[in-house]
């Protein structure tokens, strides 16, 4: 079965600081991947998506910038965090192709920037 | 522009009652909708889903109702539990070419089940 991975969980950071989350998909190949960020009381925000190796499409202008240079991990960075970049982040995989239109999402990363 | 709307932010039910979650869309080319249900601190996990070509699928105690000329769909649980309690997301698909589909959710409806 397919299982996605997440972290760190929590991350405190100041603000102007680097950042660097990691998503990681087992259980399945060439997966779609997706970034998501949730702030406070809204919903889900698509930043991301991937459908390859070193493809990445950007959904929002940002502070934000996505990698993927394995075929199952997805990193979120950034080079100056703002306080704005808080919020509940999520990475997601569906299966590529016209197969589903299903997304999973892992457990999330809670980043508060201060 | 706000293309998959969930008027009510919040829903209040007694325990073996029927929730009913609504949704509306503004986007025709949406040809898949699906909600999810989302625990404080946690992923969203996928409930149930339905094709722009039906009106109507069932899973267990979940239905979901599609309108397409009215853009609405909604989501019914019956019985409630508490353990239904949670933020509740709808989403709607949309094709990328043949590589995939991206989702666009709405802002969610806290559902509070009590017993």
């Known amino acids: 079965s397919q299982t996605i991975h997440q972290w760190p969980a929590t991350l405190v950071q100041p603000v102007g600081s680097p950042l660097s989350l990691e998503c990681t998909v087992e259980?399945?190949?060439?997966?779609?991947l997706y970034w998501y960020r949730q702030a406070a009381g809204r919903g889900l925000q698509l930043l991301f998506y991937?459908?390859?190796?070193?493809?990445i499409s950007s959904e929002v202008p940002q502070n934000l910038s996505a990698s993927r240079p394995q075929d199952r991990q997805f990193i979120l960075s950034s080079k100056k965090l703002l306080l704005s970049d808080s919020g509940f982040y999520l990475c997601?995989?569906?299966?590529?192709?016209?197969?589903?239109?299903?997304?999973?999402f892992g457990p999330g990363t809670r980043l508060t920037v201060t | 522009d706000q293309q998959v709307k969930q008027n009510s932010p919040s829903l209040s039910v007694q325990e073996g009652r029927i929730s009913i979650l609504n949704c509306d869309y503004t986007?025709?080319?949406?040809?898949?909708f699906l909600w999810y249900k989302k625990y404080p601190a946690e992923g969203p996990t996928f409930l149930i889903s339905i094709s722009s070509i039906k009106d109507k699928n069932e899973d267990g105690r979940f239905t979901v109702f599609l309108n397409k000329s009215a853009k609405h769909l909604s989501l019914h649980i019956v019985p409630s539990q508490p353990g239904d309690s949670a933020v509740y997301f709808c989403a709607a698909s949309a094709r990328f070419g043949t590589s995939g589909s991206r989702l666009t959710f709405g802002e969610g409806t806290q559902l509070t089940v009590n017993p």
């Open positions: 991937s459908v390859g190796i070193g493809q």
């Open positions: 997601a995989w569906s299966l590529s192709g016209t197969a589903s239109y299903e997304q999973y």
């Open positions: 259980g399945t190949s060439n997966p779609n």
């Open positions: 986007n025709s080319m949406f040809d898949y």
